[in-house]
Nanobody, 123 residues
Framework: VQLQASGGGLVQAGGSLRLSCASSGLTLDLYGLGWFRQFPGKAREFVAF????????YYGDSVKGRFTISRDSAENTVYLQMNDLKPEDTAVYYC?????????????????WGQGTQVTVSS
């Protein structure tokens, strides 16, 4: 199983970025994919989740209305569109996967992780 995250970078406050997470080795209809972020010295924080087969989505309170998670079945890729970025969104962003029957905001309940991608928002 491989989850390959990309798309991070440096952006000014109010700007946008789109993160991508390409997956391989998973039967995606059995999984949900999501994004977490990690601030220095802190635990990973849930950002967003999409149940692959149904397309249902869930968001952390701090990103609702600004971030949108979506998937492309042809590319086996999940995206995180981040708009109206704030300096407090600066973090390393990780994509992850777990059983589609779950919807957990707890990192320990997620089965697979990609490498992180740094997002830096300047004020």
């Amino acid at each position: 199983v491989q989850l390959q995250a990309s798309g991070g970078g440096l952006v000014q406050a109010g700007g946008s970025l789109r993160l991508s997470c390409a997956s391989s080795g998973l039967t995606l209809d059995l999984y949900g994919l999501g994004w977490f972020r990690q601030f220095p010295g802190k635990a990973r924080e849930f950002v967003a989740f999409i149940r692959w087969s149904a397309g249902s989505t869930y968001y952390g309170d701090s990103v609702k209305g600004r971030f949108t998670i979506s998937r492309d079945s042809a590319e086996n890729t999940v995206y995180l569109q981040m708009n109206d970025l704030k300096p407090e969104d600066t973090a390393v962003y990780y994509c992850a996967a777990h059983d589609a029957r779950l919807m957990s905001t707890t990192p320990e309940r997620w089965d697979y992780w990609g490498q992180g991608t740094q997002v830096t928002v300047s004020s």
